[in-house]
């Protein structure tokens, strides 16, 4: 990516004016980065978090403004408050520092408990767990939202079997309903191969733009499908939205529970409630003769819990119709409720509820959430 082409993108933005300064947003300062990867273009827009909604026009256009220009395909800005200078240095080693203390949430007034799932690595099955668990509640008669937050790997449009941008209203965007649930992911808005070539700060812009430009409504839970790892998403919902807690799902075996104790362990430094771990793809059962066979081993999810002196939330068996399933676009706890795979995610879904209960009847009192 030429210099010349990036100079060129940007005084292609000194058309758009910053309402606020009179100034084009190339002047007021207010273009973070420009970044292009062939025919896709990204852009940061750093503003003061109190102008995010007045500013949704200025980035509608500086998109519609990239797309006009030649060779340009697909344009893609976000709003961020977050300066790539500001980021903290990392501590050296031996070093310890305090977490970062929890900010005052602005977010999502109207959602009574949200929830991040959440795991040390990839590769656990924690966008699964978070759909079904999802779906499993909504099941129970509560009113659930999903939003996926894996800015670079999105799962949710094939989970759900939904391929449709999301509409809007006025200037925020509507979930899209599916399953009894109300969902948003980036995946909705970018073709499903399209690489999401993204540094920390345009995340988390794109994080909070769609928990506060999205029209969620009033909601008992908002499922939250987090990355894997510990990062920039990990810390911006932490601090930009007060989380009910977080559910940290690992396979059995030894390396998968390393990456779950650094889930926890961080969650703990940033003052989030850990609700408990799942122990996914507990088991092995053949689909043809029924046989059981620990192929990650067994139970190491429920003795790290108790290790952690964290609860442990349920285990969910390894079968080919949670796979196909997910991969048709119709998730087994839906489809076929009445199957053990569905069965477990309805006693994962009770589980979290109580532990979010127990956790909001000791903040303060309020509105209680039955599981009947």
């Given at each position: 990516m030429s210099g010349e082409r990036i100079g060129a993108l940007r005084e292609a933005l000194r058309a758009i004016i910053d309402p606020a300064s009179g100034k084009d947003i190339v002047a007021a300062g207010l273009v973070e980065g420009i970044e292009q990867k062939g025919s896709l273009v990204q852009v940061a827009l750093v503003v003061p978090r109190e102008r995010a909604a007045s500013m949704e026009p200025v980035r509608r256009a500086v998109e519609a403004t990239l797309a006009r220009q030649p060779g340009i395909t697909n344009a893609t800005a976000v709003l961020t408050a977050h300066r790539a200078g500001a980021a903290q240095t990392p501590p050296r080693p031996g070093e310890s520092r305090p977490a970062e203390p929890r900010q005052t949430a602005t977010l999502l007034p109207e959602v009574r408990a949200i929830v991040a799932i959440a795991s040390g690595k990839g590769g656990v099955g924690k966008s699964t767990v978070a759909v079904n668990l999802a779906v499993a509640l909504a099941r129970l008669g509560r009113t659930v939202g999903l939003l996926d937050a894996d800015i670079y790997g999105p799962s949710l449009p094939r989970m759900l079997g939904l391929a449709r941008r999301p509409e809007m209203a006025g200037e925020k965007l509507l979930p899209i309903p599916a399953w009894g649930l109300k969902a948003m992911s980036i995946g909705f808005l970018v073709e499903e191969e399209t690489p999401m070539i993204w540094r920390g700060p345009m995340v988390m812009g794109a994080l909070e733009q769609m928990l506060g430009q999205v029209v969620w409504g009033k909601l008992d839970f908002l499922i939250?499908?987090?990355?894997?790892?510990?990062?920039?998403?990990?810390?911006?919902?932490?601090?930009?939205?007060?989380?009910?807690?977080?559910?940290?799902?690992?396979?059995?075996?030894?390396?998968?529970?390393?990456?779950?104790?650094?889930?926890?362990?961080m969650f703990e430094r940033t003052h989030v409630p850990v609700l408990g771990l799942v122990e996914n793809m507990s088991v092995f059962i053949c689909p043809h003769c029924g046989g059981r066979s620990e192929i990650f081993g067994h139970g190491g999810a429920r003795k790290e819990a108790a290790r952690l002196g964290v609860p442990f939330l349920g285990e969910v068996p390894l079968l080919l119709a949670i796979r196909e399933t997910g991969d048709?676009?119709?998730?087994?706890?839906?489809?076929?409720p009445e199957s053990a795979a569905a069965q477990a995610f309805a006693a994962l879904a009770a589980n979290v509820a109580e532990a979010v209960e127990r956790g909001l009847a000791a903040s303060g009192p309020g509105p209680r959430i039955t599981i009947s």
């Amino acid at each position: 990516m030429s210099g010349e082409r990036i100079g060129a993108l940007r005084e292609a933005l000194r058309a758009i004016i910053d309402p606020a300064s009179g100034k084009d947003i190339v002047a007021a300062g207010l273009v973070e980065g420009i970044e292009q990867k062939g025919s896709l273009v990204q852009v940061a827009l750093v503003v003061p978090r109190e102008r995010a909604a007045s500013m949704e026009p200025v980035r509608r256009a500086v998109e519609a403004t990239l797309a006009r220009q030649p060779g340009i395909t697909n344009a893609t800005a976000v709003l961020t408050a977050h300066r790539a200078g500001a980021a903290q240095t990392p501590p050296r080693p031996g070093e310890s520092r305090p977490a970062e203390p929890r900010q005052t949430a602005t977010l999502l007034p109207e959602v009574r408990a949200i929830v991040a799932i959440a795991s040390g690595k990839g590769g656990v099955g924690k966008s699964t767990v978070a759909v079904n668990l999802a779906v499993a509640l909504a099941r129970l008669g509560r009113t659930v939202g999903l939003l996926d937050a894996d800015i670079y790997g999105p799962s949710l449009p094939r989970m759900l079997g939904l391929a449709r941008r999301p509409e809007m209203a006025g200037e925020k965007l509507l979930p899209i309903p599916a399953w009894g649930l109300k969902a948003m992911s980036i995946g909705f808005l970018v073709e499903e191969e399209t690489p999401m070539i993204w540094r920390g700060p345009m995340v988390m812009g794109a994080l909070e733009q769609m928990l506060g430009q999205v029209v969620w409504g009033k909601l008992d839970f908002l499922i939250v499908d987090m990355p894997p790892g510990t990062g920039d998403a990990q810390l911006t919902m932490a601090q930009r939205v007060k989380l009910a807690g977080a559910v940290i799902v690992s396979t059995p075996q030894d390396i998968a529970l390393i990456d779950a104790r650094r889930g926890v362990r961080m969650f703990e430094r940033t003052h989030v409630p850990v609700l408990g771990l799942v122990e996914n793809m507990s088991v092995f059962i053949c689909p043809h003769c029924g046989g059981r066979s620990e192929i990650f081993g067994h139970g190491g999810a429920r003795k790290e819990a108790a290790r952690l002196g964290v609860p442990f939330l349920g285990e969910v068996p390894l079968l080919l119709a949670i796979r196909e399933t997910g991969d048709q676009g119709t998730p087994i706890a839906a489809s076929e409720p009445e199957s053990a795979a569905a069965q477990a995610f309805a006693a994962l879904a009770a589980n979290v509820a109580e532990a979010v209960e127990r956790g909001l009847a000791a903040s303060g009192p309020g509105p209680r959430i039955t599981i009947s």
